[in-house]
């Protein structure tokens, strides 16, 4: 293990030493553990954000901060196994396994630095591990807190589930409430209150324990006014008049990058879709394919690759929309809407997890059936034909769920829990 830019002790006792562990650093992750950095050392808290080492994401985070420590442990970041070299069931284990070895160097660490809070920056999937490191620590000088991105073990109507997978989820649910019922987990944080009323329910609760799970807002930074669109597009060589289209992330099938190249084949105004992220169920291959069915190969505009941060935010300034074909198997929140909103962007969106209802809610643009390329396509050409209309009605929403969900507030909200009484 090593550490980096260690603080200096504090004396006043209002202030928390946090661990803050994490073993991802894509997507949302890396976002939330530098927002929480950010707060709980200015604050005056002490900071150790412990994670797997060799990722190049860990630049987004104050390593001048004096009072942030970083610890790495066992095993290197962005480690994969080839699904056909070994089962899916194999890797269930193996990366159960590592993130039990993970978690018990980290309950190491929090003994050792005397820490006051631990916080699993992401439960989803991770409840077994940390149900099993739990056992043996139910008298421990240091609260646990976790987060719930996604409800994975709600059921969408037509959801098949295979035996193993229903027992999973089960357990799944049936640890997390023994932990939040007898105290082990001190609180659980969710980005809805659907989630925390599913929660309720799969848990049979009434008033029982419900106050140790904790709304907060899905974070997000303003972007906009970072640059103008001109800008933006100037940077990213992007063309200065023509309606631009945007999927932005990883190429996943979930996400659905396959079900808007289909729909798009038959959307007649004139567009052009920028799709950045990593190639993953759709690859360069497939992407060649669908630009040679089309009229203008030049429609598609392809950046599969890892977009730095710092370009981040000229994708989003850059687009008139943003595009979101996701399947119904995506639950819970989007990290892209919330970037989309920051941005002042309306969106395109399936009717998933609770984005068609967070999208609906705020007025933040067009609602589709999911996994239908003929509502995708009719929710495509409604924009392009509405498109100043629609982006005038849009941004000022936009603006304001971006505001309500600023990371100060999931920040603050978080180091309330922390702060309120001693672990036992």
């Known amino acids: 293990m090593s550490g980096e830019n260690k603080g200096e002790d504090l004396t006043d006792m209002k202030t928390k030493r946090v661990i803050l562990f994490d073993l991802k650093t894509s997507g949302h992750h890396i976002y939330y553990a530098s927002y929480l950095i950010r707060y709980l050392c200015k604050k005056g808290h002490q900071v150790m954000f412990v ?14 901060e004096p009072n942030l420590t970083i610890e790495y442990i066992s095993g290197k970041a962005n480690e994969s196994v080839k699904r056909n070299i070994i089962s899916r069931y194999m890797q269930f284990l193996i990366r159960h396994a590592q993130m ?16 006051d809070v631990v916080h699993v920056l992401c439960l989803d999937h991770n409840i077994l591990p940390l149900y099993v490191q739990c056992v043996g620590r139910r008298k421990r000088p240091w609260h646990i807190f976790g987060i719930l991105v996604k409800p994975y073990f709600s059921y969408h109507l037509g959801e098949r589930v295979n035996f193993f997978g229903k027992l999973y989820r089960w357990l799944d649910v049936a640890m997390l409430k023994g932990m939040l019922g007898e105290g082990v987990l001190s609180g659980l944080f969710v980005h809805t209150i659907e989630t925390k009323d599913l929660l309720i329910r799969r848990f049979g609760w009434q008033n029982h324990y419900q106050e140790s799970i904790i709304v907060v807002p899905d974070p997000t930074e303003m972007l906009y006014g970072y640059c103008s669109t001109a800008e933006a597009r100037e940077r990213l060589q992007l063309p200065a008049d023509t309606p631009i289209l945007l999927f932005f992330g990883g190429l996943r099938w979930d996400k659905g990058p396959d079900l808007l190249l289909e729909a798009i084949k038959y959307v007649k105004q004139d567009f052009r879709l920028v799709i950045a992220g990593l190639p993953e169920h759709v690859t360069h291959f497939d992407i060649e394919t669908y630009q040679r069915q089309l009229d203008d190969p030049g429609r598609i505009i392809a950046r599969l690759e890892y977009i730095p941060d710092e370009e981040v935010n000229y994708y989003f300034l850059s687009a008139d929309v943003v595009i979101l074909p996701y399947r119904r198997l995506s639950k819970g929140t989007s990290g892209v809407l919330q970037l989309a909103s920051a941005a002042g962007k309306p969106v395109i969106t399936t009717d ?29 050409e409604r924009f392009l034909r509405d498109r100043e209309t629609i982006r005038s009605a849009v941004a000022s929403n936009a603006l304001k769920y971006a505001r309500e969900h600023d990371w100060k507030k999931f920040a603050s909200l978080m180091e309330a829990a922390y702060t309120c009484g001693d672990a036992t």
């Not at 209802?357 to 495509?380: K, M, Q, T, Y």
């Open 51 to 64: 994670t797997l080492k060799g990722d190049d994401k860990l630049g987004l985070l104050p390593h001048d």
């Open 352 to 380: 998933v997890g609770q984005i068609g209802s967070i999208v609906r809610e705020h007025s933040l643009g067009i609602v589709v059936e999911a996994e239908s390329g003929d509502a995708l396509r009719e929710g495509i």
């Open 100 to 115: 039990i070895r993970s978690l018990r160097e980290c309950f190491q660490l929090a003994n050792d630095w005397k820490a």
